[in-house]
C-alpha cells in the first residue's frame, strides 16, 4: 500500500505566475483534501474531491482551482500568483464522502517572490 | 463557521513527564475530531480519530478524549519521550472539511 505523495516537493514562482501542484492519494481512497498552511499557522481548507466532483470548498478566491482525475490523483492549480500564496500546500486522501481518517502527504513548499 | 484553538501554544517538559494538550471547538456538529503531529516542515501524520459518538481512543502512550456537549478535546502523553518534540494538531471535521486549531508545540527535554 503506498502512501500519498505530492511533487514536486519545493517550487519557487514570481508573483503574478500560475503554479499546479500534484498529488497521488493512497490507494484505496477516493477523496482528496487540499489545504494551505502558513508558517506557524494551522492548515486551511482549499476544496475537497470526492470521486472527480468538488465536494466542498473554504474561503479561498476562484484563482485557487482543482482537479481530481479518475484515479483519484488530483491537482491543485494557483492563477496570479501573490506573495501570500507563500506556503505548505499539503493534500490529504481519505475514503468516503464524509471522511474518515485523513492521510497526509508530505507538502510542496511554494515560495512566490 | 467552526473555530478550533488550541491551548497551550507551546509547552517544554522533562523527559518520562505526563502531559495533557487541550482542544476546543465552537460547533459541536462533528463527526469526529482527529489529532496529528507535525514535525518541522513536514506534512501531518494522523495519531488518533475519535468518531462523535466515542468518548476516548487509545494508541500506546497516547489517549485523546472527546466531550462534543462541552466542545473539548484533549490528548494525553503518558511518559514522554524526545521524540515526542513535534507540533501537535487537532482537526474537527464538520463532514466535508477539518477545521484546525493553530497546533501546540511541544518539546521534552532529555
Known amino acids: 500500500e503506498t502512501g500519498v505523495t505530492q511533487s514536486p516537493t519545493h517550487l519557487i514562482k514570481t508573483r503574478g505566475q500560475q503554479v499546479t501542484l500534484r498529488c497521488s492519494s493512497q490507494s484505496g481512497h477516493n477523496t482528496v483534501s487540499w489545504y494551505q498552511q502558513a508558517l506557524g499557522q494551522g492548515p486551511q481548507f482549499i476544496f475537497q474531491y470526492y470521486r472527480e466532483e468538488e465536494n466542498g470548498r473554504g474561503n479561498f478566491p476562484p484563482r485557487f482551482s482543482g482537479l481530481q482525475f479518475p484515479n483519484y490523483s488530483s491537482e491543485l492549480n494557483v492563477n496570479a500568483l501573490e506573495l501570500d500564496d507563500s506556503a505548505l500546500y499539503l493534500c490529504?486522501?481519505?475514503?468516503?464522502?464524509?471522511?474518515?481518517?485523513?492521510?497526509f502527504g508530505p507538502g510542496t513548499r511554494l515560495l512566490v517572490l | 463557521k467552526q473555530e478550533v484553538t488550541q491551548i497551550p501554544a507551546a509547552l517544554s517538559v522533562p523527559e518520562g513527564e505526563n502531559l495533557v494538550l487541550n482542544c476546543s471547538f465552537t460547533?459541536?456538529?462533528?463527526?469526529?475530531l482527529q489529532w496529528f503531529r507535525q514535525d518541522p516542515g513536514k506534512g501531518l501524520t494522523s495519531l488518533l480519530l475519535i468518531q462523535s459518538s466515542q468518548r476516548e481512543q487509545t494508541s500506546g502512550r497516547l489517549n485523546a478524549s472527546l466531550d462534543k456537549s462541552s466542545g473539548r478535546s484533549t490528548l494525553y502523553i503518558a511518559a514522554s519521550q524526545p521524540g515526542d518534540s513535534a507540533t501537535y494538531l487537532c482537526?474537527?471535521?464538520?463532514?466535508?472539511?477539518?477545521?484546525f486549531g493553530t497546533g501546540t508545540s511541544l518539546t521534552v527535554i532529555p
Open positions: 490529504a486522501s481519505s475514503f468516503g464522502r464524509q471522511q474518515e481518517t485523513q492521510y
Open positions: 460547533d459541536s456538529a462533528i463527526y469526529n
Open positions: 482537526a474537527a471535521n464538520t463532514g466535508n472539511q477539518f477545521y
